[in-house]
């Protein structure tokens, strides 16, 4: 199938949006009043891309465009990233150019399918239409902004919102409208946020009051009721079974098996460092990161640093799908026959078959092994003799847990999926930096040269004496972070501090937002200097007296922490998110992700090498998490250190 064409995306433009419901999208939403069931994989859209469509037409002379008669058309396959095509924000109104609203606007709204839901009900049709009649009514009635945020506005290709980087076209909106702002396209809003104080609000203190939204939408297809997407009652149960299982003997020995997964890797470099090859390292670190996650979580062995099975392709393929889906605004996945007519999706069913029957065999044989024990028992087995040392085989052996089949699986994939991409992703560009910064590259071998001595792996006691190691992998993950977006949407009404805006935010029910994560990260206001790649940066206290209520960043607040973390720069870094809903995983991460650096740095030096001779060449693009856009091409070349 072919790509969608500019007329297509014009045709798509008033449908192109997240679903709002705040359950899965094939549930029924009922309306607040009359009884009226409506479904909202189609309703919503069909509704709101009418109102609009008339709007425009009454309140802007705009010249109209011939659209196609066929929806089938705008369900070709598109590889687009997200918002590709999508004209906007609806803010670009010439002076003079406003008539009103049409005369029956009031009547419309007087409708009972659109009643707003009451507080602590679930949300509903209402509640989304509510968000798109005051924005409509502010940008084409002229009424004052009810949530009192600026409104972005602009070209969103100009603005990179349409290449594959959207995070940087966040990034470049802070830089006109501020660290609070609405982006709105065809009847779709985001209110964009990168506070700290805001970000503490929404993750911590209201933590409860702001669920996944549109990613929880995206990811239920893949990851079920996995921690990540799950609704709050689910991840309550889970989450409570499963921080058991990162205790600190079971980490102990993860540390040795992560190592095993490192020599694999050394192994390969080797080879082509010998025959003078150059390797794309953003592969290899992809690689080794699902070899680490297959055998630690689920006991499976998947082999690929040292070539690609069918399962590493299906897993491969699945990632990038679920990324095509968290970019995509309006999930054509959920219409009927799409997974008949469109290939990509006859492929992702495919893999996710042969995914879920190689970590359904997992399960069923965890289970038939089972061997019931309390939590003091577990964190006192000897993981060296246990053929099944993984996570799964906590979880499964858990006293008291009444854990199903389906339920783990979601819990497995979802470990696969979050922890795979992330670790990748921040060795890559530690790479990428450190290769540009000899001189701390020199510093960060000798360090790791004069702890580890002769072993060929490092122990878990050795990376908590590495800090030169941990902080190259925290800076990494500052300038980069992974995810550099998050996802929420608000359940109920709110008002966001004013933090360094100066002006509080009135949230509405059923508001969606972007967590950029990257424009915290690098906003000079709490990093001097952010572009730079300074791991020593986290040994200096800072503060700033422009911004009341931010604490700064203090590094005695971490010290008894592998990492720096949320607490110690008052929510202005966090590299594993924040509050109740932080990744459980925080610590299996940094001890995998430095293992693996220090033995790639102890054993080789590395240079730019084409396609990417320069680091300018490398280039960058998001999914899930921040990718290169050419890979990461090196020249390895091994150590005269590391061959005594």
């Known amino acids: 199938m072919g790509s969608l064409q500019p007329a297509d995306a014009a045709f798509l433009e008033p449908w192109t949006m997240p679903l709002h419901t705040s359950r899965p999208v094939q549930r029924q939403v009922s309306t607040a009043s009359s009884g009226t069931r409506l479904s909202t994989s189609l309703a919503l859209p069909a509704v709101l891309g009418i109102v609009t469509g008339v709007v425009r037409q009454r309140g802007l002379r705009v010249s109209r465009e011939r659209r196609r008669p066929h929806l089938i058309r705008a369900l070709k396959e598109s590889d687009e990233p997200m918002l590709s095509g999508v004209k906007g924000p609806l803010n670009l109104v010439k002076e003079g150019e406003v008539e009103g609203l049409p005369w029956w606007w009031e009547a419309f709204w007087a409708l009972p399918f659109t009643a707003r839901g009451k507080v602590g009900e679930p949300l509903c049709l209402g509640d989304t239409m509510h968000i798109f009649r005051t924005n409509i009514e502010q940008i084409f009635g002229g009424e004052k902004s009810y949530d009192g945020a600026p409104l972005a506005t602009g070209d969103l290709a100009s603005a990179g919102l349409t290449d594959g980087t959207m995070y940087l076209g966040l990034q470049?909106?802070?830089?006109?409208?501020?660290?609070?702002?609405?982006?709105?396209?065809?009847?779709?809003?985001?209110?964009?946020?990168?506070?700290?104080?805001?970000?503490?609000?929404?993750?911590?203190?209201?933590?409860?009051?702001?669920?996944?939204?549109?990613?929880?939408?995206?990811?239920?297809?893949?990851?079920?009721?996995?921690?990540?997407p799950a609704d709050f009652e689910t991840w309550k149960v889970r989450r409570r079974a499963i921080v058991p299982g990162f205790h600190q003997k079971w980490l102990n020995f993860q540390v040795s098996e992560f190592g095993r997964a490192g020599e694999l890797l050394v192994s390969t470099l080797k080879e082509a460092a010998s025959a003078g090859k150059t390797i794309d390292m953003e592969e290899r670190f992809g690689s080794v990161a699902l070899d680490i996650i297959g055998k630690s979580v689920f006991n499976y062995e998947f082999g690929s640093v040292e070539g690609e099975s069918p399962i590493v392709k299906a897993a491969i393929q699945s990632l990038r799908e679920v990324e095509h889906r968290a970019q995509t605004p309006f999930q054509y996945w959920k219409l009927?026959?799409?997974?008949?007519?469109?290939?990509?999706?006859?492929?992702?069913?495919?893999?996710?078959?042969?995914?879920?029957?190689?970590?359904?065999?997992?399960?069923?044989?965890?289970?038939?092994?089972?061997?019931?024990?309390?939590?003091?028992?577990?964190?006192?087995?000897?993981?060296?003799?246990?053929?099944?040392?993984?996570?799964?085989?906590?979880?499964?052996?858990?006293?008291?847990?009444?854990?199903?089949?389906?339920?783990?699986?979601?819990?497995?994939?979802?470990?696969?999926?979050?922890?795979?991409?992330?670790?990748?992703?921040?060795?890559?560009?530690?790479?990428?930096?450190?290769?540009?910064?000899?001189?701390?590259?020199?510093?960060?071998?000798?360090?790791?040269?004069?702890?580890?001595?002769?072993?060929?792996?490092?122990?878990?006691?050795?990376?908590?004496?590495?800090?030169?190691?941990?902080?190259?992998?925290?800076?990494?993950?500052?300038?980069?972070?992974?995810?550099?977006?998050?996802?929420?949407?608000?359940?109920?009404?709110?008002?966001?501090?004013?933090?360094?805006?100066?002006?509080?935010?009135?949230?509405?029910?059923?508001?969606?937002?972007?967590?950029?994560?990257?424009?915290?990260?690098?906003?000079?206001?709490?990093?001097?200097?952010?572009?730079?790649?300074?791991?020593?940066?986290?040994?200096?206290?800072?503060?700033?007296?422009?911004?009341?209520?931010?604490?700064?960043?203090?590094?005695?607040?971490?010290?008894?922490?592998?990492?720096?973390?949320?607490?110690?720069?008052?929510?202005?870094?966090?590299?594993?998110?924040?509050?109740?809903?932080?990744?459980?995983?925080?610590?299996?991460?940094?001890?995998?992700?430095?293992?693996?650096?220090?033995?790639?740095?102890?054993?080789?030096?590395?240079s730019f090498a084409a396609p990417t001779a320069d680091p300018s060449q490398v280039g960058t693009c998001t999914g899930a998490t921040i990718h290169t856009k050419n890979g990461l091409w090196m020249q390895v070349r091994e150590r005269v250190a590391a061959k005594h």
């Not at 501020?178 to 104080?197: A, R």
């Not at 908590?464 to 992974?482: G, N, Q, T, V």
């Not at 924040?578 to 940094?590: E, I, N, Y």
């Open 336 to 606: 009927p026959l799409t997974d008949l007519l469109i290939e990509r999706q006859r492929d992702f069913n495919q893999n996710m078959t042969l995914l879920n029957d190689a970590l359904n065999k997992c399960i069923e044989q965890a289970l038939a092994d089972r061997k019931e024990a309390d939590l003091e028992e577990l964190e006192n087995r000897d993981y060296e003799k246990m053929d099944n040392p993984s996570l799964l085989r906590f979880l499964v052996d858990m006293r008291g847990e009444a854990t199903s089949g389906k339920q783990l699986r979601d819990d497995m994939i979802t470990f696969l999926i979050a922890g795979h991409e992330t670790t990748a992703s921040a060795l890559t560009w530690s790479l990428f930096e450190l290769a540009q910064n000899p001189e701390l590259m020199k510093r960060l071998q000798k360090e790791v040269d004069t702890v580890m001595g002769d072993r060929v792996r490092p122990t878990y006691e050795d990376i908590k004496e590495m800090e030169l190691l941990r902080l190259c992998l925290a800076e990494s993950l500052r300038m980069y972070p992974e995810p550099p977006l998050l996802i929420r949407r608000a359940l109920d009404e709110d008002t966001l501090p004013a933090g360094a805006t100066g002006a509080e935010t009135q949230v509405l029910r059923g508001m969606d937002f972007f967590v950029s994560i990257y424009n915290l990260h690098r906003d000079e206001k709490y990093w001097p200097n952010p572009n730079t790649y300074d791991p020593d940066r986290f040994k200096r206290k800072y503060t700033n007296p422009a911004i009341p209520g931010w604490a700064g960043y203090d590094p005695d607040g971490w010290k008894s922490q592998l990492y720096p973390n949320e607490i110690a720069s008052d929510y202005a870094f966090i590299p594993f998110g924040a509050g109740p809903r932080k990744c459980v995983g925080d610590v299996f991460a940094m001890l995998e992700g430095c293992v693996s650096l220090a033995m790639v740095v102890r054993n080789f030096d590395f």
């Open 172 to 228: 470049k909106y802070q830089e006109g409208f501020g660290d609070v702002y609405k982006l709105c396209f065809g009847p779709k809003s985001f209110m964009v946020v990168s506070d700290p104080q805001i970000l503490k609000h929404i993750l911590r203190e209201k933590v409860f009051n702001y669920d996944k939204g549109v990613l929880g939408e995206v990811l239920e297809d893949v990851m079920g009721k996995g921690l990540i």
